[in-house]
């Protein structure tokens, strides 16, 4: 934690330091205004731990252990991380845009538009794959083989190369290349938002960085509820700002505004608070596992993007795992030395579908008696769960035209690396919980810049669009905040 010489109130309080929460911290911060980052979690250690296979897959050691509730009241723990720079350590580096025609509405999916388009995010975009290092690499030789039988077999597949926040450096580094995917980089080898946005800002006397700090509720002002004025920590103490920004992703914004609205009695009075926590989204997902006769040497293998016209809400791509890890993946009825020469045979590919907007798919704040609810059934967005049933089914028998041998495991509602859409965006606050620029309907100094505002899950992985959501939001929030930051934020695009 650093400890610059600034106090309360701070200009602006960010709770959460993922992809959202950095890319505002460093467009903030740069400004000059007085920024305060709070983030749950610690700062993760710099050895080969979180390299360590069994340490972050078997044990989970990395992983929340927050319990929740499932829509049948079963329990569950979602996989998400509480440390500097959230999920976006541990993400596998896909960094890929949103299509154009995914910011319009598509009524069949259930997908609604975004109150913005393509255009309004195109430079911030431009600007977070400039940080963040986006680059390609070559479809290494075992991928190669297989995406030329592809074309000769299953010609409708289209191969696009596929972005990713890697450093070049990474392929001299057998260890780090081989464990990308689902692990943090102590080598800084990956582009993750306290890599690319934070350290660049970290050293700045005006930012100040909590580590280890629980924000309990949102404090209103004492003469108007409906402006925020700071955030309470778990250890009881308040800081104050004039604006605070909601970063803590998709699961657990929602449940700090309830829990606000809720405790000022502001339910009646916000058309939006009926939209907080609801058209949750997860993407369907689906790991499949291609086994063949041959041994499998690629080192990043996460390299390409397959798409097809006939399943326009879905993205097929390769998993960054060697086959130790790909054996991890092998139905544990499997005798482990057989799984792993399986897995050293075998390469990983994760489906992916876009699932529409169904208000009842939602998470609920804690009651005094009872974990917070995920209530999430795909069934809700039947047209999303028919794509993804013919997506896995096309894909696994296109691999079996190509001399592979497929099976796969669907990922459950445990699974929220991809989780989104609990505090929509839109115009009217009848549907939607926040602006084209983040603010809480019907709520003074209340901002959200995470995954939480996203209309759309759209057929690709969502972390760079949170990065552009939140680079946008925040340049105009810091034009809002005073004469003082107007000369920086003429260059924060650059």
């Known amino acids: 934690m650093n400890t610059p010489q600034i106090h309360d109130p701070y200009d602006a309080i960010i709770v959460g330091s993922g992809a959202g929460g950095c890319a505002a911290a460093y467009n903030l911060a740069r400004a000059g205004l007085r920024v305060a980052l709070i983030e749950k979690g610690q700062v993760l250690p710099r050895d080969a731990s979180t390299l360590d296979v069994q340490k972050v897959v078997h044990d989970g050691s990395f992983k929340s252990r927050e319990d929740w509730l499932d829509g049948h009241g079963h329990q569950i723990r979602p996989e998400e991380y509480f440390n500097l720079g959230g999920k976006t350590k541990w993400y596998g580096a896909a960094l890929l845009r949103y299509g154009r025609h995914e910011f319009a509405a598509d009524p069949a999916h259930r997908c609604p538009a975004w109150p913005i388009d393509y255009d309004d995010l195109a430079p911030y975009y431009e600007q977070a794959e400039a940080m963040l290092g986006v680059r390609h690499f070559a479809c290494e030789p075992d991928l190669q083989a297989i995406v030329s039988r592809l074309a000769r077999r299953a010609p409708s597949w289209v191969r696009e190369p596929l972005p990713l926040g890697l450093a070049q450096a990474i392929v001299d580094n057998d260890d780090?290349?081989?464990h990308f995917d689902g692990f943090a980089s102590p080598q800084n080898l990956k582009g993750d938002a306290e890599t690319a946005f934070l350290a660049r800002v970290r050293a700045l006397p005006n930012l100040r960085i909590l580590t280890g700090a629980a924000?309990?509720?949102?404090v209103a002002d004492a003469s108007d509820a409906t402006r925020i004025c700071g955030a309470q920590l778990a250890d009881g103490s308040t800081l104050h700002g004039r604006v605070v920004l909601l970063a803590a992703g998709a699961l657990h914004s929602p449940r700090l505004l309830q829990r606000f609205i809720e405790d000022q009695g502001l339910a009646a009075r916000l058309p939006c608070y009926a939209n907080v926590g609801r058209?949750?989204?997860?993407h369907l997902l689906t790991a499949m596992v291609a086994i063949s006769l041959t041994k499998?040497?690629?080192?990043i293998r996460k390299t390409t993007l397959f798409l097809?016209?006939?399943?326009?809400h879905s993205s097929v791509q390769p998993l960054g795992f060697d086959g130790e890890l790909i054996s991890t993946l092998i139905p544990?009825?499997?005798?482990?030395f057989l799984a792993r020469q399986i897995g050293a045979r075998a390469y990983g590919f994760f489906l992916q579908t876009e699932d529409g907007a169904h208000p009842e798919n939602r998470v609920l704040a804690a009651s005094d008696r009872e974990p917070p609810i995920l209530d999430y059934d795909a069934a809700r967005t039947p047209a999303s769960v028919l794509e993804h049933e013919q997506l896995v089914r096309r894909f696994r028998n296109s691999l079996a035209r190509s001399g592979l041998l497929a099976f796969s495991e669907p990922i459950g509602t445990a699974g929220t690396a991809h989780v989104s859409g609990t505090l929509m965006t839109g115009q009217d606050p009848a549907s939607s919980v926040v602006d084209a620029l983040g603010q809480v309907h019907g709520l003074k100094s209340l901002y959200v810049v995470d995954g939480s505002i996203l209309p759309r899950s759209s057929r690709v992985n969502p972390?760079?669009?949170?990065?552009?959501w939140s680079l946008r939001a925040s340049r105009h929030l810091a034009e809002q905040l005073g004469d003082h930051a107007g000369a920086s934020c003429q260059a924060l695009t650059t």
């Open 279 to 282: 058209n949750l989204k997860l």
């Open 463 to 468: 972390s760079l669009t949170i990065y552009a």
């Open 308 to 312: 097809d016209a006939r399943f326009p």
């Open 332 to 336: 544990k009825a499997v005798p482990r």
């Open 296 to 299: 499998k040497t690629d080192l």
């Open 215 to 218: 924000v309990a509720r949102l």
């Open 176 to 178: 780090e290349a081989r």
